[in-house]
């Protein structure tokens, strides 16, 4: 199975602040590799696909970067709506994985 | 608008089968276009693939899973299910449907269901 690793698992920022989040597999995925946006007692919401697609009504503050083992999730200028847990997700190979996910919150 | 809701038993016996429905509004979920994905959540940890399931009936699931599940589709009423068999506390869970455009390798899921959360317990 492919493995996925976060860093970092979670993060204080302030409203306007750059967030950066890393998503890394265990071997190279290509760019199969999707990021969620989840909130407490929500669905996952896919956010950006295929590592740096930006899902049809996504802000555009959302980035995805990345290829082979280390991809990117940048939010340009956090809003208060953002705050939330982050997770990547690999679809190369199955057993599908998701990381582990970065929590994001209030400094 | 397409949408998707699970529903079945929230409490399960230890070693009984779980089973979930999950009920597509707004879209047919024949087209063809889209497979059909369950996700689960164990609470406070990540998210896992259970597998998929094409219009067809063709599925995929997660190896760690394949002995104890079963997918199924039923086109005349809009819906497709889960049935895990022999559920023990660490399947207690959040479970998600998901609608999936990826391709027949790669899935990719763009709207998912509320989830329904299901306690294996006696």
């Known amino acids: 199975d492919i493995q996925m690793t976060q860093s970092p698992s979670s993060l204080s920022a302030s409203v306007g602040d750059r967030v950066t989040i890393t998503c890394r597999a265990s071997q190279s995925i290509a760019n199969y590799l999707h990021w969620f946006q989840q909130k407490p007692g929500n669905a996952p919401k896919l956010l950006i696909y295929?590592?740096?697609t930006l899902q049809s009504g996504v802000p555009s503050r959302f980035s995805g970067s990345g290829s082979g083992t280390d991809f990117t999730l940048t939010i340009s200028s956090l809003q208060p709506e953002d705050f939330a847990t982050y997770s990547c997700?690999?679809?190369?190979?199955?057993?599908?994985?998701f990381g582990p996910g970065t929590k994001v919150d209030i400094k | 608008q397409v949408q998707l809701q699970e529903s079945g038993p929230g409490l399960v016996k230890p070693s009984q089968t779980l089973s979930l429905t999950c009920t597509v509004s707004?879209?047919?979920?024949?087209?063809?276009?889209?497979?059909w994905s369950w996700i689960r959540q164990p609470a406070g940890k990540g998210l896992e693939w259970i597998g998929r399931i094409y219009t067809t009936g063709s599925t995929n699931y997660n190896p760690s899973l394949k002995s104890r599940v079963t997918m199924s589709i039923d086109t005349s009423k809009n819906q497709f299910s889960l049935k895990l068999s022999s559920v023990t506390a660490a399947d207690t869970a959040v479970y998600y449907c998901?609608?999936?455009?990826?391709?027949?390798?790669?899935?990719?899921?763009?709207?998912w269901g509320q989830g329904a959360t299901v306690t294996v317990s006696s």
């Open positions: 997700q690999q679809s190369y190979s199955a057993p599908f994985t």
């Open positions: 295929l590592a740096s």
């Open positions: 998901a609608r999936d455009y990826g391709s027949g390798s790669s899935p990719l899921m763009d709207v």
């Open positions: 707004g879209g047919s979920i024949s087209s063809g276009t889209y497979y």
